[in-house]
């Protein structure tokens, strides 16, 4: 695709076809696989893509983490508001991702790997154990020289705000960095709603406005990837992360901590290339309220506040995976439309509870639309 309309969200990280199915004892057998488990896949488990495709009713999902939050942003933001990067393969799988993105309304700007497949999860369902087989493959293979070609640079400039998954600090750091640098060469206020905590902005016309949010993603990233981490900590404008992932960035920092707040207000203090404007570090911790901190001026404490889950019935709730994921999209969205803080985590644990009523990290159709809470 050559097309240059501006896309005010751009999101960058590993893109995976989930290929999901109902499957029993004897299928998790087949491949070795434990009934509530995560792992990569090795080569006695490549037959299962194909084995799930052909002979199981498999739900077709466009996933990767921050693929998945690409798609909850776009399910809120009007019509090609997001654009999604990252490799995939020249195979059949690829084309059957991009089928999928292109329900999603998600535009892509895939690099396409001609010598790697596309990456796959696979996902037996059995009650409500998830067993989840990853075979990264061309995931794992992005470029810089891809996000540096004029077309695709020239989205880079036009988007507002970057959203970088963690994950994709395993891959290509320099491309992380390129829209980190970019995004505060400026150093200029902006519009950063959390600036404030009530009460909506106004989206500024300059097109040199950028805004860099990064997602620790899981625990091994801070813990084994500590370094890329923190290459990219200057530049936060927003870190989205779990109570897990904080613990793991405390303890690969020696904070001797583990109380949330302290962590979050640790983030937050961090030095800062872009001086002009907070940083906002926004932690989840499942059904207990969301911590957020935001940077005082002139090396004041940092302000903290916490938001309360929206309670769920069990007997709604269908799937848990992937609900990280779409609070970021729906977090990230309100960032994009300049909304409150407030409104903002609202907007991610909205779109968060839609989630886990569906199966796997999808979202539901007809399209649901986002109302604030009354005051």
């Known amino acids: 695709m050559t097309s240059t309309k501006s896309y005010p969200l751009l999101c960058l990280e590993n893109p995976l076809l989930d290929i999901q199915a109902q499957g029993d004892a004897k299928l998790l057998e087949k491949y070795g696989l ?28 466009a996933g990767g983490a921050a693929q998945n939050t690409a798609r909850g942003a776009q399910y809120i933001l009007p019509a090609s508001s997001v654009l999604y990067i990252g490799c995939i393969g020249r195979d059949k799988y690829g084309s059957i991702l991009q089928e999928a993105v292109d329900k999603a309304d998600l ?12 990456g796959r999860c696979g996902v037996i369902i059995t009650g409500h154990d998830r067993s989840m087989c990853t075979d990264l ?3 794992n293979h992005y470029k810089l020289e891809h996000l540096q070609q004029p077309h695709i640079w020239e989205l880079v400039k036009q988007a507002q705000v970057y959203y970088v998954g963690g994950y994709h600090l395993t891959v290509c750091v320099p491309a ?6 970019e995004a505060a060469k400026e150093n200029k206020v902006g519009c950063v709603p959390q600036i404030r ?59 001797k901590t583990k109380d949330i707040p302290t962590i979050a207000k640790h983030l937050a203090s961090l030095p800062k290339k872009n001086t002009a404007r907070p940083r906002t570090v926004i932690i989840t911790q499942g059904t207990d309220p969301t911590v957020v901190a935001v940077s005082g001026s002139a090396g004041a404490e940092p302000e903290l506040k916490t938001f309360p889950v929206h309670e769920i019935g069990k007997e709604e709730i269908n799937d848990t995976n992937g609900a990280g994921d779409a609070f970021a999209g729906g977090f990230v969205a ?11 985590v609202d907007m991610g644990q909205w779109l968060a509870g839609l989630s886990i009523r569906e199966l796997g990290p999808s979202y539901p159709f007809p399209k649901k639309s986002y109302t604030p809470p009354s005051k």
């Open 34 to 61: 434990k009934a509530n488990d995560a792992i990569l896949a090795e080569e006695k488990h490549l037959g299962l893509y194909e084995d799930l495709l052909n002979n199981y009713e498999a739900k077709l999902i």
């Open 107 to 118: 535009r892509v700007e895939y690099r396409v790997d001609e010598s790697q497949p596309t």
């Open 137 to 139: 493959a061309a995931a």
């Open 176 to 181: 992380a960095m390129a829209l980190a640098e």
């Open 197 to 255: 905590w009530m009460g909506d902005t106004v989206l500024t016309d300059d097109s040199d406005l950028k805004i860099f949010i990064l997602s620790l993603s899981a625990p091994f990233i801070p813990q084994f990837f500590k370094d890329q981490v923190d290459q990219t900590a200057p530049y936060w404008d927003y870190l989205l992360g779990n109570e897990t992932e904080a613990i793991a960035y405390a303890d690969s920092h020696d904070l």
């Open 334 to 344: 309100g960032v994009v439309e300049g909304k409150s803080l407030e409104t903002s």
